[in-house]
């Protein structure tokens, strides 16, 4: 995805759309196969969100948001679903400068780092690193300072 629009510059922005378009295409075809498959939500999502980059159009963001919740309601005990979500939602508050956005990716912050901090063990395997967990302690407070200015001050 971060190829058809970051790293390919004499792509023209129709050609990357029509990348793009393609792919959501094929992805909502194997979605419509295997309804399950939370791998899928997540490249739609992203596939979206590339498109939102491209367009700014607020229906891509929207359905990017909408197909990170699928992901999540597919394993909802997962913290990573949650921060992916939460990154997501915390990007469209920056970019809508909507604080009932960023309050939802501080909820799925929050979340996530409960949902790790319950894995049993201090030495499971699939527990955070402490960078990972600092990082998202950082997220939460970049988000928490956006309430008092405003998300896009601080993302």
Known sequence: VQMLYLD???LKRETALSYLDAGLKD???AIRRDVKKMSLYRLKSGLLKARFDLTYEIDDLTAAIEAAYQALSLYPASPDEHVGLADLLAFGAAKL??????N???EHYQQALHLDASRPGTDEARRWSIHKRQEI?????????SEETGPAASL
């Open 8 to 10: 390919q510059p004499v």
């Open 27 to 29: 992805v909502r075809e």
């Open 97 to 102: 400068d909507d604080m009932h956005l960023a």
């Open 104 to 106: 939802q990716a501080l």
């Open 137 to 145: 302690l950082e997220k939460i407070e970049a988000l928490s300072l």
